[in-house]
């Protein structure tokens, strides 16, 4: 039993206002010899610095920054330890102070909160946070391996070599706990796919039927190939920055509300239960029917007590009540398709044992009351996991200020990445989009971040 | 004097991009430390788990995998025998398995819920095929062993 003290949920505050003023990506492959990490990064920050709108120019901008912060999951992928000395050198920042985060998966998420502690202490002014992962290196085999060496090397990793399984385990108990239907699943996967195919940084886009996904190769029972994120080379840029340099960059500034981190056992094994810490939107009623003979404990294998802690700080930080009605749109870490629907949960979307309604409803999609993962998610368009945290807000924040068809509608961008834009491309833009949140997920568990933006 | 240019050459991949293969095998010499006496536990068919030897301390099951330090209060922990038959978690067949994995191809992986047992150990399935709720009981390689955790697995009880 997990037992918290007085302070332990003391919900986190800003000393200032922390904006996000512009984002820049490249697009994600699965191998990308073309450019090497620091070009990738390069070609990210000079998409935020250039094509953002701006009112200063890129010199100016340049002249702005006073601290950095790097994100990069893995070392083994790119067999270059602090890569981000020399990235941050081949940026032009020396001789500025910089830090590079590593909490697995949520490696993007963490960096953004670093550089939100930053801005919002006044110890820095304008941030660039730069995420990539170079995962081309070695096979297919060798970097699930890789991977799988970011579970515990003692008593989990040799159990497959492969994170699926460890995702696939809680898969299976989370289906014979909830009874949520296999074409529930395929569904989510259906549909980041499709989002996928109306971005040009998407590596896997693709129009599948549930049938499809379904009957695609089983990576780990339960889950096909299709269902699983992608891995990939590519990087991310977003720039933080206080209330005053906002006004000079941008007129559309959109306002970092919270951003908040939770953790859990990295190994999934090691889950003890404790009461549900309940979110805003829910009261112990909510969970009366809850416990049985199936579910007798919390969070057990099915729920991310990592994802509910970052969730229950972020929305007091942020004064969320329902995130249902309070966001206009959501980007998951849709790493499976088992893990979105158990992270519908942890963020309050549908009480525990419920998160299938999310799906079924309609509510995900666009158009619909929460449209998740436009931005074609890690199903569809990319994981080149330390820029993954980053991507999924540069996708919020162009969607906050109405930039998804600048970013995703303009053929030259899609011809720049060596692409045609379809026929059949649409605009997946939010109409009047006001509040947004990204979940960013590492390990089973182990590290989870929520940001809330807005735009004001 | 003439220094010789090294023998060594890397191999080309593809010559544009100019792309070569870096080989990498060297082997990581790894101390279980404290935890080590659970690795040679097994050979003995015994599974070492730990408990807080801390009488104020809340958590009174026991760890497993074994922490020599309780996480709740520091204190080191006592180790004792866990229970060698307990119920069938959850499971997956991983089919397209990383590199090192060392177990035949359609082996179940499995979580064992144990009682007294604080936490649900990972293991796979030696025998049988899986179920939720099956009850299975614990089997030691003390053949030839692995001296990892593959030297625990368990089999329909």
Redesign the interface.
């Known amino acids: 039993m997990i037992k918290f003290g007085p302070q332990n949920l003391r919900i986190p505050k800003f000393e200032r206002p922390v904006y996000v003023v512009a984002g820049g990506l490249t697009d994600y492959r699965k191998r990308y010899p073309e450019k090497n990490t620091c070009q990738l990064c390069t070609e990210a920050l000079r998409m935020a610095v250039e094509e953002n709108d701006l009112k200063l120019d890129p010199e100016e901008v340049r002249r702005s920054v006073n601290w950095c912060v790097y994100s990069q999951f893995a070392d083994h992928f790119g067999d270059q330890l602090l890569a981000a000395a020399k990235v941050h050198d081949y940026l032009g920042f020396d001789p500025l102070g910089n830090i590079e985060v590593k909490t697995g998966g949520a490696t993007g998420g963490s960096a953004v909160l670093a550089a939100a502690q930053a801005v919002a202490s006044g110890y820095a002014s304008c941030v660039p946070v730069v995420g990539w992962e170079r995962m081309d290196e070695v096979s297919t085999k060798v970097g699930n391996s890789y991977i799988a060496s970011a579970a515990c090397k003692d008593f989990e990793s040799e159990l497959g070599w492969m994170y699926a399984a460890y995702y696939a385990l809680m898969a299976q108990r989370y289906q014979y706990e909830n009874n949520v239907p296999r074409d529930t699943l395929a569904r989510i996967a259906c549909k980041n796919h499709e989002y996928a195919r109306h971005s040009p940084f998407a590596q896997n886009p693709g129009k599948y039927t549930v049938k499809e996904i379904l009957e695609n190769d089983i990576v780990s029972h339960p889950l096909s190939f299709l269902e699983c994120c992608v891995m990939s080379v590519g990087a991310a840029v977003l720039l933080l920055c206080d209330e005053p340099t906002a006004r000079r960059l941008t007129d559309k500034p959109v306002q970092l509300k919270a951003i908040a981190g939770g953790s859990h056992t990295l190994r999934t094994a090691d889950r003890r239960h404790m009461p549900i810490l309940l979110l805003p939107n829910e009261t112990p009623e909510t969970y009366a029917d809850y416990f049985g003979a199936k579910r007798d404990a919390w969070p057990g294998f099915s729920s991310f007590l990592a994802s509910r802690t970052a969730a229950y700080l972020a929305y007091h930080m942020a004064g969320i009540k329902d995130p249902l009605e309070d966001f206009d749109l959501l980007e998951t870490h849709d790493a499976f398709t088992i893990s979105d629907v158990q992270t519908y949960e942890d963020i309050g979307l549908r009480p525990y044992g419920r998160g299938r309604e999310f799906i079924e409803s309609g509510d995900a999609y666009f158009e619909g009351r929460l449209p998740t993962n436009l931005s074609g998610g890690l199903i569809g368009t990319m994981h080149a996991v330390g820029a993954t945290g980053i991507f999924q807000i540069v996708e919020l924040l162009w969607q906050l200020q109405g930039k998804y068809d600048k970013f995703h509608g303009d053929a030259a961008l899609w011809r720049r990445y060596g692409k045609e834009k379809p026929t059949d491309w649409r605009s997946l833009q939010v109409h009047n989009a006001k509040r947004g949140c990204a979940i960013s997920h590492a390990g089973t568990g182990s590290h989870v971040t929520c940001a809330i933006l807005e735009r004001v | 004097m003439s220094i010789e240019w090294p023998s060594a050459t890397l191999e080309v991949v593809?010559q544009r991009?100019l792309?070569v293969k870096?080989p990498?095998t060297w082997p990581h010499i790894?101390s279980?430390g404290g935890?080590g006496r659970f690795f040679a536990g097994l050979q003995e068919r015994k599974i070492l788990a730990t408990r807080c030897a801390n009488p104020r301390c809340?958590?009174k099951r026991l760890?497993?995998?074994p922490r020599c330090e309780c996480p709740d209060c520091w204190h080191a922990m006592d180790w004792v025998e866990a229970p060698q038959r307990g119920r069938l978690?959850?499971?997956?067949?991983?089919?397209?398995?990383?590199?090192?994995?060392?177990?035949p191809p359609d082996t179940p992986?499995?979580?064992v819920e144990l009682d007294g047992v604080?936490?649900?150990?990972?293991?796979?399935l030696k025998e049988g095929k899986p179920e939720?709720g099956m009850p299975v009981r614990a089997v030691f390689n003390t053949q030839r062993p692995t001296h990892?955790?593959?030297d625990l697995a368990w089999v329909p009880a």
């Open positions: 593809q991009p792309t870096n990498k790894h279980y935890w809340e958590e760890w497993l995998p978690y959850t499971w997956s067949i991983v089919k397209y398995p990383g590199e090192l994995f060392k177990l992986l499995i979580s604080c936490t649900k150990v990972m293991s796979w939720i990892t955790i593959l």
